[in-house]
Structure formats: C-alpha cells, structure tokens
C-alpha cells in the first residue's frame, strides 16, 4: 500500500515556467520532508514543514504542509535547468508509535523534473 | 568528513563474490538506515538501527546481512546476489526520540552496484 502518492510522477517543462508537485496521502503526518536527488547521489534534504497550514519558501522555492497535515505541495517559481532532479516528499507517521522510537519516513514514489534550457 | 559517506561509490560483484559497503555518519545521529532504490520504484527501507540495535527488518533475503558497531557505522554484508539486487544502496541517519517523531533523514552518496 502506498500511502504517500505523489503528483506528476514526471514533468518536462522549460525554463522560466512555474510548476507544482503534490504530495497526498489519507493519514496524518507529525512530518513532512522534501527532497531533491540528482542521478548517481543520495537524495538531499530540502525543507522540513511541522505545523498544519505552514509555509516555507527557500528561493524560488514554495512549499506548503496542508491544514490537515496529510498533504503538501512543492510549487517552483521561473524554473531552472539546475532544478531538474528527483524531488521526493517523506513524512513521518502521526499515529505510529513504531515511527516515533525508529524515525522511519515514509517516502513517496518521486517526481522526476526535468527544466529545459 | 562531514555528513554520511558511503563506500564504495560503485561495486561489480558475481553472484558468488562476498562484499560488504560501508556507511559513516559524522553528525552524532543515534539512528542509521539502509534502503534500496531501483529505477523507477520508490525508496525501499530494508534495516533501521536505533543505538546500535536493529529496530526493523522490512523482510529483506537473508543474503543481505547489516551490521552496527557502533552508532556512527552501518555496514551491508553482501553474498550470493542475484542480478535483480542490482540497485542504489542509500545509507541514511537521523536523531529520534520521544516527542522528535519522524525526524530529517540525512543520506550518503549512494553505492552503485552491479551484481552479474
């Protein structure tokens, strides 16, 4: 059972554009990760949201945890060839007591973003 | 060093050979993992380790066998591969706790391997 589904699982587009990557799921996140890998590397952490309904931006970057704190959303403002990658979200379950004491993230499938010069 | 390093950056091994990769994290994390990722799958998580002891075993083959001296080393014992084990191996760590939850994970590099 996936239960962190990801929204495109690709995305071909070209520089300058603005583009979004969803991250749905129907449980609850005490968590929630973002990150980016580049083919060949471990993935890299981007952002951390905690609190339902927050928002953080890193540069053209925007990233939202929902009120509900079961979703998020990764939107990219005026797209670069350096952002294409593998952007991955990971949460941490609300209700596991076992993700609590282990840490354990469960990840979404990815989004593969590919910006064109 | 900073961060998790990982080693060998890439591995060719038969089905018979018997190696081992290496992770080490320099950020005084008390939990490391080991996952698997294959073109096109999602992450894998195949072993955790919380202070030195294994907290979980997602159902891996016996002949991938992990190993945690210590809680800044994680090794993967390797033996009797098949060519579908061919993936990026990812070495992570992390700080948990009571009332840290699912805390940022922190990977290595990766090693590429090869099994023929």
């Known amino acids: 059972t996936q239960l962190l589904e990801q929204s495109p699982q690709f995305l071909s587009i070209q520089e300058g554009e603005n583009l979004t990557v969803y991250c749905n799921s129907s449980?609850?996140?005490?968590?929630l990760q973002w990150y980016r890998q580049e083919p060949g590397e471990g993935p890299v952490l981007l952002v951390t949201?905690?609190?339902?309904?927050e928002v953080k931006k890193l540069k053209r970057l925007t990233f939202q945890f929902g009120d509900a704190r079961k979703d998020s959303s990764l939107h990219i403002t005026a797209a670069q060839p350096g952002d294409t990658g593998l952007y991955l979200c990971?949460?941490?379950?609300?209700?596991?007591?076992?993700?609590?004491?282990?840490?354990?993230?469960?990840f979404g499938q990815g989004t593969t973003l590919q910006v064109k010069p | 060093e900073t961060g998790v390093t990982q080693t060998p950056r890439h591995l060719v091994m038969g089905m018979t050979n018997k190696k081992s990769l290496k992770c080490e994290q320099h950020l005084g994390h008390n939990a490391m993992y080991w996952y698997k990722q294959s073109a096109k799958k999602p992450l894998e998580l195949m072993f955790v380790?919380?202070?030195?002891?294994?907290?979980e075993n997602n159902s891996v083959p016996s002949r991938f066998s992990p190993e945690c001296p210590n809680s800044s080393h994680l090794f993967l014992h390797l033996h009797t591969l098949q060519p579908e084990d061919s993936a990026l191996y990812l070495c992570?760590?992390?700080?948990?706790?009571?009332?840290?939850?699912?805390?940022?994970?922190?990977f290595g590099p990766g090693t590429r391997l090869t099994v023929t």
């Open positions: 990971a949460g941490a379950l609300l209700s596991s007591r076992g993700s609590s004491n282990t840490g354990k993230l469960i």
């Open positions: 992570a760590s992390s700080q948990v706790g009571v009332g840290l939850g699912g805390r940022e994970q922190y």
């Open positions: 949201v905690v609190t339902g309904g």
């Open positions: 380790y919380n202070f030195k002891e294994q907290t």
């Open positions: 449980s609850v996140f005490s968590s």
